[in-house]
């Protein structure tokens, strides 16, 4: 997930030369190893008496600016916050610019 031409071979959806489905083995393997784990405790957000429920409930605007903005700079950039962390200590001066980018956004998101 380092590597963004993983990230944006995943998202080549429409030309299949480029397309890379591995990345989602990684959503495969997230949500069900998590979603395994709630059942077999029979709790967490998402589950009442043993069965899947939706949250009900308003959607904050900042909640869908700040998912807009995640995935347009992954989508531009095809780095993620958790790898890209990994690769600004390896890539000088690109790297201390998106960490610059990365905190800045947090502090904007802060003030909104």
Aim: aromatic fraction near 10%.
């Amino acid at each position: 997930m380092a590597a963004p031409g993983k990230t944006l071979g995943f998202m080549s959806i429409f030309d299949l030369e480029r397309f890379d489905p591995s990345l989602l083995a990684v959503a495969v393997v997230g949500i069900g190893g998590n979603a395994i784990a709630w059942m077999r405790r029979g709790e967490g957000p998402a589950l009442k008496e043993g069965v899947w429920v939706v949250p009900q409930g308003n959607v904050e605007w900042r909640l869908v600016v700040g998912s807009a903005f995640f995935g347009v700079g992954w989508g531009l950039t095809g780095v993620c916050p958790g790898p890209a962390t990994v690769a600004a200590v390896l890539n000088g001066w690109k790297g201390i610019g998106w960490v610059g980018a990365f905190l800045g956004g947090r502090r904007l998101a802060g003030l909104l």
